[in-house]
Protein backbone atom coordinates (compact mmCIF):
# COMPACT_ATOMS: atom_id res chain seq x y z
CA UNK A 1 0.00 0.00 0.00
CA UNK A 2 2.80 2.55 1.05
CA UNK A 3 4.87 1.53 -2.03
CA UNK A 4 1.57 2.31 -4.49
CA UNK A 5 1.05 5.63 -3.22
CA UNK A 6 4.78 6.32 -2.26
CA UNK A 7 4.87 8.91 -5.43
CA UNK A 8 2.33 10.82 -4.47
CA UNK A 9 3.45 11.73 -0.91
CA UNK A 10 6.90 12.37 -2.38
CA UNK A 11 5.13 14.47 -4.96
CA UNK A 12 3.00 16.34 -2.01
CA UNK A 13 6.15 16.43 0.01
CA UNK A 14 7.91 18.31 -2.30
CA UNK A 15 5.19 20.76 -2.65
CA UNK A 16 4.89 21.44 1.14
CA UNK A 17 8.53 21.94 1.52
CA UNK A 18 8.70 24.68 -1.58
CA UNK A 19 5.62 26.38 -0.37
CA UNK A 20 7.09 26.40 2.72
CA UNK A 21 10.26 27.78 1.81
CA UNK A 22 8.84 30.64 -0.44
CA UNK A 23 6.19 31.45 3.13
CA UNK A 24 9.90 31.50 5.01
CA UNK A 25 11.12 33.52 2.33
CA UNK A 26 8.68 36.17 2.40
CA UNK A 27 7.99 36.37 6.07
CA UNK A 28 11.55 37.51 6.58
CA UNK A 29 11.41 39.83 3.41
CA UNK A 30 8.40 41.39 5.40
CA UNK A 31 10.43 41.48 8.35
CA UNK A 32 12.91 43.23 6.93
CA UNK A 33 10.60 45.74 4.99
CA UNK A 34 8.81 46.52 8.52
CA UNK A 35 12.34 47.34 10.41
CA UNK A 36 13.71 49.76 7.71
CA UNK A 37 10.02 51.58 7.62
CA UNK A 38 10.33 51.97 11.20
CA UNK A 39 13.56 53.05 11.38
CA UNK A 40 12.15 55.92 8.80
CA UNK A 41 14.67 53.95 5.95
CA UNK A 42 11.96 54.26 3.58
CA UNK A 43 14.17 54.53 0.05
CA UNK A 44 15.66 51.28 1.10
CA UNK A 45 12.76 49.89 1.92
CA UNK A 46 11.69 50.11 -1.63
CA UNK A 47 15.34 49.30 -3.45
CA UNK A 48 14.95 46.16 -1.99
CA UNK A 49 11.17 45.97 -3.10
CA UNK A 50 12.51 46.81 -6.80
CA UNK A 51 15.42 44.49 -6.83
CA UNK A 52 12.46 41.93 -6.64
CA UNK A 53 10.43 43.59 -8.98
CA UNK A 54 12.86 43.67 -11.28
CA UNK A 55 14.25 40.41 -11.41
CA UNK A 56 12.85 38.01 -14.56
CA UNK A 57 14.15 35.08 -12.12
CA UNK A 58 11.19 36.41 -9.58
CA UNK A 59 7.77 34.38 -9.45
CA UNK A 60 4.42 35.90 -10.22
CA UNK A 61 3.67 35.81 -6.79
CA UNK A 62 6.67 37.03 -5.05
CA UNK A 63 6.26 40.55 -7.08
CA UNK A 64 2.83 40.28 -5.92
CA UNK A 65 4.23 40.42 -2.56
CA UNK A 66 6.66 43.32 -3.08
CA UNK A 67 4.21 45.43 -4.76
CA UNK A 68 1.94 44.88 -1.60
CA UNK A 69 5.33 45.90 0.81
CA UNK A 70 5.80 49.04 -1.32
CA UNK A 71 1.61 49.71 -0.53
CA UNK A 72 2.49 49.33 3.01
CA UNK A 73 5.08 51.56 2.75
CA UNK A 74 3.71 54.42 0.90
CA UNK A 75 0.64 54.23 3.26
CA UNK A 76 2.35 54.77 6.25
CA UNK A 77 3.34 57.98 4.37
CA UNK A 78 -0.19 58.80 3.71
CA UNK A 79 0.34 58.86 -0.09
CA UNK A 80 -2.86 57.15 -0.57
CA UNK A 81 -2.50 57.83 -4.67
CA UNK A 82 0.81 55.68 -4.86
CA UNK A 83 -0.73 53.15 -2.20
CA UNK A 84 -3.83 52.46 -4.16
CA UNK A 85 -1.64 52.43 -7.42
CA UNK A 86 0.69 49.57 -5.83
CA UNK A 87 -2.27 47.70 -5.08
CA UNK A 88 -3.33 47.73 -8.69
CA UNK A 89 -0.05 46.18 -9.63
CA UNK A 90 0.29 43.78 -6.99
CA UNK A 91 -3.00 42.63 -7.91
CA UNK A 92 -2.00 42.36 -11.46
CA UNK A 93 1.00 40.29 -11.13
CA UNK A 94 -1.07 38.09 -8.25
CA UNK A 95 -3.71 37.16 -11.04
CA UNK A 96 -0.82 35.33 -12.74
CA UNK A 97 -0.24 33.32 -10.04
CA UNK A 98 -1.74 30.11 -8.17
CA UNK A 99 -2.97 31.92 -5.23
CA UNK A 100 -5.64 34.02 -7.24
CA UNK A 101 -8.16 34.11 -4.34
CA UNK A 102 -6.18 34.38 -1.58
CA UNK A 103 -4.55 37.49 -3.89
CA UNK A 104 -8.14 38.87 -4.69
CA UNK A 105 -9.24 39.01 -1.16
CA UNK A 106 -5.86 40.49 0.43
CA UNK A 107 -5.88 43.58 -2.47
CA UNK A 108 -9.92 44.16 -1.13
CA UNK A 109 -8.80 43.95 2.38
CA UNK A 110 -6.34 46.81 1.64
CA UNK A 111 -7.94 48.88 -0.66
CA UNK A 112 -10.84 48.63 2.23
CA UNK A 113 -7.98 50.25 4.54
CA UNK A 114 -7.25 52.81 1.54
CA UNK A 115 -11.00 53.69 1.38
CA UNK A 116 -11.35 54.08 4.95
CA UNK A 117 -8.47 56.35 5.91
CA UNK A 118 -9.64 58.48 3.12
CA UNK A 119 -13.15 58.64 4.31
CA UNK A 120 -14.36 56.81 1.63
CA UNK A 121 -16.74 54.81 3.46
CA UNK A 122 -19.27 53.74 1.22
CA UNK A 123 -16.36 52.17 -0.73
CA UNK A 124 -15.25 50.96 2.53
CA UNK A 125 -18.62 49.16 3.72
CA UNK A 126 -18.93 47.62 0.25
CA UNK A 127 -15.52 45.66 0.83
CA UNK A 128 -16.34 44.92 4.47
CA UNK A 129 -19.83 43.54 3.30
CA UNK A 130 -18.14 41.31 0.73
CA UNK A 131 -15.30 40.25 2.66
CA UNK A 132 -17.57 39.51 5.54
CA UNK A 133 -19.60 37.13 3.29
CA UNK A 134 -16.52 35.50 2.03
CA UNK A 135 -15.71 34.55 6.08
CA UNK A 136 -12.65 36.57 5.60
CA UNK A 137 -11.09 33.85 3.99
CA UNK A 138 -7.02 33.60 3.67
CA UNK A 139 -6.81 36.95 5.90
CA UNK A 140 -4.43 37.14 8.49
CA UNK A 141 -5.93 37.93 12.21
CA UNK A 142 -4.57 41.35 12.11
CA UNK A 143 -6.09 42.10 8.95
CA UNK A 144 -9.49 40.64 10.12
CA UNK A 145 -9.16 43.03 13.35
CA UNK A 146 -8.70 46.04 11.11
CA UNK A 147 -11.77 45.72 9.04
CA UNK A 148 -13.87 44.87 12.34
CA UNK A 149 -12.29 48.06 13.76
CA UNK A 150 -13.56 49.77 10.20
CA UNK A 151 -17.14 48.45 10.66
CA UNK A 152 -17.26 49.81 14.02
CA UNK A 153 -16.63 52.79 13.31
CA UNK A 154 -19.01 53.24 10.39
CA UNK A 155 -21.39 51.65 12.66
CA UNK A 156 -20.52 54.76 14.95
CA UNK A 157 -20.98 57.01 11.97
CA UNK A 158 -24.76 55.69 11.69
CA UNK A 159 -25.22 56.64 15.28
CA UNK A 160 -25.28 52.54 16.28
CA UNK A 161 -23.39 53.39 19.31
CA UNK A 162 -23.70 49.81 20.77
CA UNK A 163 -22.61 47.97 18.00
CA UNK A 164 -19.93 49.95 17.26
CA UNK A 165 -18.33 49.88 20.78
CA UNK A 166 -18.98 45.90 20.59
CA UNK A 167 -16.88 45.60 17.43
CA UNK A 168 -14.33 48.00 18.45
CA UNK A 169 -13.73 45.83 22.03
CA UNK A 170 -13.73 42.97 19.53
CA UNK A 171 -10.89 44.34 17.28
CA UNK A 172 -8.93 45.15 19.98
CA UNK A 173 -8.75 41.93 21.39
CA UNK A 174 -7.80 40.70 18.65
CA UNK A 175 -5.10 43.24 17.80
CA UNK A 176 -3.94 43.37 21.57
CA UNK A 177 -2.77 39.46 21.45
CA UNK A 178 -1.42 39.69 17.70
CA UNK A 179 -0.18 42.87 16.90
CA UNK A 180 -0.22 45.28 20.17
CA UNK A 181 1.71 48.00 18.34
CA UNK A 182 -1.38 48.91 16.43
CA UNK A 183 -3.68 49.20 19.34
CA UNK A 184 -3.81 52.87 18.95
CA UNK A 185 -5.52 53.06 16.00
CA UNK A 186 -8.33 51.23 17.71
CA UNK A 187 -7.97 53.98 21.20
CA UNK A 188 -8.64 56.53 18.13
CA UNK A 189 -11.93 55.64 17.04
CA UNK A 190 -12.96 54.29 21.00
CA UNK A 191 -11.88 58.22 21.69
CA UNK A 192 -14.45 59.84 18.85
CA UNK A 193 -17.19 57.16 20.00
CA UNK A 194 -16.79 57.98 23.97
CA UNK A 195 -16.65 61.93 22.69
CA UNK A 196 -20.09 61.06 21.00
CA UNK A 197 -21.65 59.28 24.13
CA UNK A 198 -20.53 62.17 26.22
CA UNK A 199 -18.06 59.74 28.39
CA UNK A 200 -15.47 62.03 28.47
CA UNK A 201 -12.86 60.29 31.24
CA UNK A 202 -13.29 56.97 28.54
CA UNK A 203 -12.29 59.24 26.27
CA UNK A 204 -8.99 60.71 27.56
CA UNK A 205 -8.10 57.70 29.06
CA UNK A 206 -7.92 56.19 25.25
CA UNK A 207 -6.14 59.01 24.30
CA UNK A 208 -3.70 58.44 27.24
CA UNK A 209 -2.79 54.42 26.73
CA UNK A 210 -3.06 54.92 22.55
CA UNK A 211 -0.02 57.40 23.45
CA UNK A 212 2.09 55.52 25.61
CA UNK A 213 1.91 52.93 23.10
CA UNK A 214 2.27 54.91 20.29
CA UNK A 215 5.62 55.90 22.14
CA UNK A 216 6.19 52.09 23.47
CA UNK A 217 6.60 50.95 19.82
CA UNK A 218 7.85 54.08 17.39
CA UNK A 219 5.10 54.37 16.08
CA UNK A 220 5.15 58.39 14.68
CA UNK A 221 2.26 58.18 12.74
CA UNK A 222 -0.05 57.07 15.29
CA UNK A 223 0.86 59.91 17.72
CA UNK A 224 0.11 62.50 14.77
CA UNK A 225 -2.94 60.62 14.33
CA UNK A 226 -3.97 60.49 17.47
CA UNK A 227 -3.42 64.69 18.60
CA UNK A 228 -5.51 65.17 15.48
CA UNK A 229 -8.67 63.34 16.37
CA UNK A 230 -8.08 64.74 19.82
CA UNK A 231 -7.72 68.09 18.26
CA UNK A 232 -10.61 67.75 15.83
CA UNK A 233 -12.90 66.70 18.82
CA UNK A 234 -11.91 69.84 20.98
CA UNK A 235 -12.76 71.58 18.13
CA UNK A 236 -16.33 69.88 17.51
CA UNK A 237 -16.87 70.53 21.31
CA UNK A 238 -15.88 74.01 20.40
CA UNK A 239 -13.18 74.01 23.29
CA UNK A 240 -10.67 75.94 21.19
CA UNK A 241 -7.88 76.71 23.63
CA UNK A 242 -7.49 72.90 24.06
CA UNK A 243 -8.02 72.56 20.47
CA UNK A 244 -4.97 75.12 19.75
CA UNK A 245 -2.39 73.45 22.59
CA UNK A 246 -3.17 69.82 20.20
CA UNK A 247 -2.16 71.88 17.41
CA UNK A 248 1.12 73.06 18.90
CA UNK A 249 1.68 69.48 20.01
CA UNK A 250 0.81 68.17 16.35
CA UNK A 251 3.06 70.57 14.21
CA UNK A 252 5.98 69.32 16.61
CA UNK A 253 6.10 66.07 15.80
CA UNK A 254 5.19 66.75 12.35
CA UNK A 255 8.77 68.90 12.40
CA UNK A 256 10.40 65.95 13.18
CA UNK A 257 8.77 63.05 11.25
CA UNK A 258 8.62 65.83 8.18
CA UNK A 259 5.97 63.01 6.08
CA UNK A 260 5.82 65.14 3.14
CA UNK A 261 9.87 65.53 2.78
CA UNK A 262 9.97 61.46 3.06
CA UNK A 263 7.38 61.03 0.66
CA UNK A 264 9.44 63.49 -1.97
CA UNK A 265 12.69 61.39 -1.01
CA UNK A 266 10.98 58.13 -1.57
CA UNK A 267 9.69 58.79 -5.01
CA UNK A 268 13.14 60.60 -5.60
CA UNK A 269 14.84 57.27 -4.71
CA UNK A 270 12.21 54.64 -6.45
CA UNK A 271 12.14 56.94 -9.77
CA UNK A 272 15.82 56.62 -9.35
CA UNK A 273 15.89 52.95 -9.70
CA UNK A 274 13.33 52.86 -12.15
CA UNK A 275 15.84 55.71 -14.29
CA UNK A 276 18.52 53.34 -13.74
CA UNK A 277 16.43 50.04 -14.88
CA UNK A 278 15.50 52.00 -17.88
CA UNK A 279 19.24 53.11 -18.97
CA UNK A 280 20.58 49.96 -18.42
CA UNK A 281 17.65 48.46 -20.82
CA UNK A 282 18.24 51.55 -23.46
CA UNK A 283 22.08 51.05 -23.00
CA UNK A 284 21.47 47.11 -23.74
CA UNK A 285 19.41 48.11 -26.45
CA UNK A 286 22.02 50.31 -27.90
CA UNK A 287 24.63 48.26 -27.83
CA UNK A 288 22.09 45.39 -30.20
CA UNK A 289 21.19 48.78 -32.57
CA UNK A 290 24.88 49.07 -33.02
CA UNK A 291 25.61 45.41 -33.76
CA UNK A 292 22.73 45.61 -36.45
CA UNK A 293 24.15 48.61 -37.91
CA UNK A 294 27.24 47.12 -38.14
CA UNK A 295 25.92 44.40 -39.79
CA UNK A 296 23.77 46.55 -42.06
CA UNK A 297 27.32 48.50 -42.81
CA UNK A 298 29.43 45.69 -43.67
CA UNK A 299 26.49 43.88 -45.98
CA UNK A 300 26.45 47.46 -47.62
CA UNK A 301 30.13 47.54 -47.96
CA UNK A 302 29.98 44.09 -49.31
CA UNK A 303 27.70 44.62 -51.80
CA UNK A 304 28.84 48.23 -53.00
CA UNK A 305 32.39 46.43 -53.52
CA UNK A 306 30.23 43.65 -55.51
CA UNK A 307 28.54 45.78 -57.61
CA UNK A 308 31.66 47.40 -58.14
CA UNK A 309 33.89 44.63 -59.55
CA UNK A 310 30.42 42.65 -61.18
CA UNK A 311 30.90 46.61 -63.07
CA UNK A 312 34.58 46.13 -63.65
CA UNK A 313 34.62 42.79 -64.65
CA UNK A 314 31.38 44.05 -67.57
CA UNK A 315 33.39 46.91 -68.05
CA UNK A 316 36.38 44.41 -68.85
CA UNK A 317 33.77 42.04 -70.95
CA UNK A 318 33.21 44.95 -73.55
CA UNK A 319 36.21 45.74 -73.85
CA UNK A 320 37.83 42.43 -74.49
CA UNK A 321 34.73 41.99 -76.85
CA UNK A 322 35.30 45.31 -78.68
CA UNK A 323 39.05 44.18 -79.18
CA UNK A 324 38.22 41.02 -80.42
CA UNK A 325 35.75 42.81 -82.65
CA UNK A 326 38.77 45.21 -83.86
CA UNK A 327 40.74 42.36 -84.59
CA UNK A 328 38.59 40.71 -86.65
CA UNK A 329 37.90 43.83 -88.69
CA UNK A 330 41.63 44.48 -88.98
CA UNK A 331 42.38 41.17 -90.17
CA UNK A 332 39.34 41.11 -92.60
CA UNK A 333 40.46 44.38 -94.09
CA UNK A 334 44.03 43.34 -94.53
CA UNK A 335 43.59 39.88 -95.49
CA UNK A 336 41.24 41.34 -98.75
CA UNK A 337 43.42 44.37 -99.09
CA UNK A 338 45.00 44.00 -103.04
CA UNK A 339 48.20 45.62 -104.58
CA UNK A 340 48.26 48.35 -107.70
CA UNK A 341 48.15 45.15 -109.81
CA UNK A 342 45.75 43.49 -108.11
CA UNK A 343 47.36 41.24 -106.22
CA UNK A 344 47.01 40.77 -102.53
CA UNK A 345 49.07 43.04 -100.47
CA UNK A 346 49.45 40.55 -98.17
CA UNK A 347 51.36 37.13 -98.71
CA UNK A 348 50.36 34.92 -96.27
CA UNK A 349 52.89 32.28 -97.25
CA UNK A 350 55.68 34.69 -95.32
CA UNK A 351 54.60 33.72 -92.50
CA UNK A 352 54.36 30.62 -89.52
CA UNK A 353 50.32 29.79 -89.86
CA UNK A 354 49.16 27.05 -88.74
CA UNK A 355 46.26 25.21 -91.25
CA UNK A 356 43.32 26.34 -88.91
CA UNK A 357 44.84 29.68 -88.74
CA UNK A 358 44.90 29.67 -92.56
CA UNK A 359 41.46 28.01 -92.58
CA UNK A 360 39.78 31.11 -90.13
CA UNK A 361 41.78 33.68 -92.22
CA UNK A 362 39.78 32.54 -95.22
CA UNK A 363 36.13 32.25 -93.55
CA UNK A 364 37.06 36.00 -92.49
CA UNK A 365 37.88 36.87 -95.80
CA UNK A 366 34.34 35.48 -96.97
CA UNK A 367 32.79 37.94 -94.46
CA UNK A 368 31.74 35.12 -91.47
CA UNK A 369 31.14 36.51 -88.17
CA UNK A 370 33.03 35.01 -85.16
CA UNK A 371 30.25 32.81 -84.29
CA UNK A 372 29.66 31.87 -87.89
CA UNK A 373 33.41 30.93 -87.74
CA UNK A 374 33.03 28.66 -84.54
CA UNK A 375 29.59 26.77 -86.17
CA UNK A 376 31.07 26.25 -89.04
CA UNK A 377 34.44 24.63 -87.57
CA UNK A 378 32.68 22.98 -84.55
CA UNK A 379 34.79 24.91 -82.07
CA UNK A 380 33.48 27.83 -79.48
CA UNK A 381 33.11 31.47 -80.07
CA UNK A 382 36.55 31.94 -77.20
CA UNK A 383 38.73 29.57 -79.28
CA UNK A 384 37.86 31.53 -82.57
CA UNK A 385 38.58 34.67 -80.63
CA UNK A 386 41.83 33.21 -79.20
CA UNK A 387 43.02 31.82 -82.79
CA UNK A 388 42.59 35.94 -83.95
CA UNK A 389 44.51 36.84 -81.23
CA UNK A 390 47.48 34.66 -82.22
CA UNK A 391 47.09 35.65 -85.89
CA UNK A 392 46.76 39.14 -85.06
CA UNK A 393 50.02 38.61 -83.42
CA UNK A 394 51.86 36.62 -86.24
CA UNK A 395 50.70 38.96 -88.74
CA UNK A 396 52.44 41.99 -86.68
CA UNK A 397 49.07 44.06 -88.21
CA UNK A 398 49.46 46.12 -85.16
CA UNK A 399 52.68 47.88 -86.02
CA UNK A 400 52.48 47.73 -90.11
CA UNK A 401 51.21 51.18 -91.32
CA UNK A 402 50.59 49.63 -94.47
CA UNK A 403 50.16 46.21 -96.39
CA UNK A 404 52.15 45.35 -99.56
Known amino acids: MIKKHFPSLLLILFVFTQSFGQSEKLKKLEIQIKTLNDNLQYEKSIAVLNEIITNEQSTHYEKY ?3 LLESFTYKRLFNYTKTLHKLDLALAEGLQSDQKEEVKNT ?3 EKCFVYFDTQDYPKAEALITQLRKLNFKHL ?3 TQSWIIMQDGYIKMLKKDYAKSEQLLNE ?5 KANSPENLPNIYGKKMELYNKMNLFEKRDTAFKEGLLLAKKYNKVKYELYLYQVMRNIFQENEDYKNAFFTQKKYDSIVKYYNATDANGKLELAEKKLEDENRQLKEQNEKYIDYILYGVIISLLLLLYFALRLYQSNKAKRILVEKENTRIHNEIERLTQALDEKGNASLNLSNYNLTDRQKEIIELIRIGLTNKEI ?3 LFIS ?3 VKYHLKIIYE ?11
Open 65 to 67: YAY
Open 107 to 109: IAA
Open 140 to 142: SIP
Open 171 to 175: AATLV
Open 374 to 376: ATK
Open 381 to 383: ENT
Open 394 to 404: ILDVEHRSAIR
